[in-house]
């Protein structure tokens, strides 16, 4: 991550300045059975909150890795699962405000169970399955308000409904 500040010239002429974080693209994975979604939670320092999410995260001394290759490392990093299928349903701009991150979405299915192999800032996450109408309680009760999880849960909604 690095952090920058950009002269700028607005449209009425005006100068000031734009600070921008540069991060790499993340991966975010939908873990999927068909009837269940595979989350993780953990604490988000600058929160001070656990927060349950889908699984994510970027590979910055890798930024080169493709995408669905960096989807299935954090899948099976932070959960342990591997997916027999990864399917790509778009892009997201994580903070477009002060971000130039951008998130790639996968869906991941046909899923089998090994070890998780987290790094070491994930040693306290845990993961639990939940089922779609669970989910969505804990979206309306503000118990998941990770803003990667809910883009992601839209376009998986939005994918499902053009079929």
């Keep these: 991550m690095t952090l920058r500040e950009d002269d700028v010239r607005r449209l009425?002429?005006?100068?000031?300045?734009?600070?921008?974080v540069d991060k790499p693209t993340c991966a975010v994975v939908i873990p999927f059975d068909g009837t269940r979604f595979h989350l993780v939670?953990?604490?988000?320092?600058?929160?001070?909150?656990?927060?349950?999410?889908?699984?994510?995260?970027t590979a910055p001394e890798l930024a080169d890795v493709p995408p669905?290759?960096?989807?299935?490392?954090?899948l099976r990093e932070e959960t342990g699962l591997v997916a027999g299928s990864m399917a790509e349903l778009g892009v997201t701009d994580v903070a477009a405000g002060m971000s130039s991150q951008r998130g790639r979405v996968f869906l991941a299915t046909d899923l089998t169970q090994?070890?998780?192999?987290?790094?070491?800032?994930?040693?306290?996450?845990?993961?639990?399955?939940?089922?779609?109408?669970?989910?969505?309680?804990?979206?309306?009760?503000?118990?998941i308000t990770d803003a990667q999880t809910l883009a992601a849960y839209t376009l998986l909604l939005v994918c499902e409904r053009a079929r």
């Design 12 to 20: 009425d002429g005006s100068e000031g300045i734009y600070a921008v």
């Design 114 to 143: 090994s070890e998780a192999q987290r790094e070491v800032e994930e040693q306290d996450m845990r993961t639990a399955w939940f089922d779609v109408d669970e989910f969505e309680k804990m979206i309306a009760a503000g118990d």
């Design 68 to 74: 669905l290759e960096l989807a299935a490392r954090e």
């Design 41 to 57: 939670e953990q604490f988000r320092y600058p929160l001070g909150l656990r927060r349950w999410e889908f699984p994510m995260g």
